[in-house]
């Protein structure tokens, strides 16, 4: 690896030498591959026993000097040893071997085997196999270099999650008005996001006006997941000004994604949501991102969940099947203003913190085990199909004609100019939101849907719908009044 490689401010006066390669060769004998150099990252990380920790105060300089002041302690030592070895106690000394060091293999590494196991969770007191609901021992080959941050005690099943975490689960069963559907729901959603891969494919849109337990959700999986969750700019999915990026562009914001499992995403100012970011990251397209000022560009696997919290849902303009198919809504009901508000809640919770990781682990074991059965993973409750119904439909003017005015039918067909000129006086009629969709755009909707245009000697139809005439829609108001 050549010198220019690295930054001026790592680069010691004097250029490595055959000497410094000499003494690289002899350091790689005695620290025993327990250092590593992340030539993308450029950090040293050593491993401590149980994970692949990054060196944040240059510990690495006192391991050569330990080990340099070991061997001086020796006897028999000749001139020209020593004087190696004294040499290693001088910081330009080392800066030069341990640059060298960086170049040997099974000291460099570019970080791509980094936390790549998406089965293991690093803890305090060790490797979790998310599988299997427990502890594994800890190697250096698992590659792991991220960590919970808390001790890892295995729990059986639901009867232990009042004793490990009794205000946590007192306080979820009240978000959710003791619907105990959604509380199953949202354990499992954020277990399954413990592993590092995303096959419900899907994201979560936490919603509900004012305080209602979103953020102390948030703030609980945050504390208990540690390393591996993070909560970033809001923005990121969203559509900027002039459109939103492609899923495909190299950009510095997506690394902070790199090796995360859970991602929160808190107030998405309005707008729209970046639907192709948001469906090629949640249907595993890989991630291409640089950082500034570099040419280097870094793709990995999305290892991450996305989670919304949201007091006004943003809009979404893709309202096809692909699209609906991903989106879940889960809305806060109630409301802690006043004196329902526990000002020291959030303590609390943090105190609990080890035991939602002892119930999110034991949950991820159970969504694997339906998942690797091919009986389906996570399960979800009829609120949560309801509400992403209504927010795609929200979003979706043209099924809410369908619904109204149309009678949908595999042979039925309609005039396409018909049908368009009965959205129109719909939307006004109706007082739908915005503006009425363009021929054009009508038209790929209804083709999202999958209904079809073909071309007949009376003019283009729709087929799979029909619109409804004045004496259908009169009877179908007569049923909905007399609907109790």
Not at 217 to 238: N, Q, R, V
Not at 331 to 353: I, N
Not at 369 to 374: A, G, V, Y
Not at 436 to 449: E, G, M, P, R
Request: aromatic fraction near 10%; charge should be negative.
């Amino acid at each position: 690896m050549s010198e220019d490689e690295f930054d001026d401010e790592e680069v010691p006066s004097a250029g490595i030498g055959p000497e410094d390669y000499r003494q690289a060769e002899w350091l790689a004998q005695r620290l025993r591959l327990k250092w590593r150099y992340d030539h993308t990252a450029k950090d040293w990380l050593h491993f401590d026993g149980v994970r692949w920790a990054p060196d944040q105060v240059n510990a690495v300089h006192y391991a050569v000097r330990r080990v340099a002041s070991g061997s001086l302690q020796k006897s028999g030592l000749g001139g020209d040893e020593q004087k190696r070895l004294f040499s290693l106690l001088q910081w330009p000394t080392q800066e030069r071997v341990l640059k060298a060091l960086a170049t040997f293999p099974g000291y460099g590494t570019n970080g791509d085997e980094w936390d790549s196991d998406p089965y293991l969770l690093g803890v305090q007191n060790g490797v979790v196999d998310l599988r299997t609901n427990q502890l594994v021992p800890s190697a250096p080959e698992q590659n792991v270099t991220k960590t919970t941050g808390l001790a890892f005690e295995p729990i059986a099943g639901p009867a232990d999650f009042d004793r490990v975490a009794p205000r946590f689960m007192q306080v979820l069963r009240e978000w959710m008005s003791g619907d105990d559907d959604m509380v199953a729901f949202l354990l499992f959603w954020f277990g399954a996001s413990m592993f590092g891969f995303s096959p419900e494919q899907r994201f979560l849109l936490m919603t509900g006006i004012g305080r209602n337990g979103k953020g102390a959700l948030k703030h609980s999986i945050l504390k208990a997941t540690g390393d591996y969750s993070e909560e970033l700019d809001p923005s990121l999915y969203m559509r900027a000004k002039y459109g939103g990026a492609r899923s495909n562009e190299a950009r510095a914001d997506l690394l902070k994604l790199k090796g995360l499992r859970i991602t929160f995403f808190s107030e998405p100012s309005g707008g729209t949501f970046n639907e192709e970011l948001l469906k090629a990251h949640t249907g595993q397209d890989r991630i291409s991102a640089r950082a500034l000022y570099s040419n280097n560009v870094q793709s990995w696997d999305p290892t991450h969940s996305i989670n919304f919290l949201t007091n006004n849902l943003p809009a979404v303009e893709d309202v096809g099947p692909s699209m609906g198919e991903r989106v879940m809504v889960a809305d806060f009901r109630e409301s802690y203003e006043g004196d329902r508000q526990d000002r020291r809640l959030y303590g609390v919770l943090e105190r609990e913190a080890a035991g939602v990781l002892a119930l999110l682990v034991w949950a991820a074991s159970i969504w694997y085990i339906r998942w690797d059965s091919d009986s389906g993973g996570l399960i979800l409750p009829e609120r949560v199909v309801e509400q992403s119904k209504e927010f795609m439909e929200r979003n979706d003017p043209v099924a809410n004609w369908l619904n109204e005015r149309c009678r949908r039918e595999r042979a039925a067909t309609s005039p396409s100019q018909v049908a368009y000129e009965n959205y129109l006086e719909w939307h006004v009629s109706s007082g739908a939101p915005g503006e009425a969709f363009s021929a054009v755009k009508w038209a790929a909707t209804l083709q999202k849907k999958g209904f079809t245009k073909s071309k007949t000697k009376f003019g283009m139809r729709w087929e799979g719908f029909t619109t409804l005439g004045a004496m259908a829609l009169a009877e179908q108001d007569l049923d909905e009044d007399e609907t109790p």
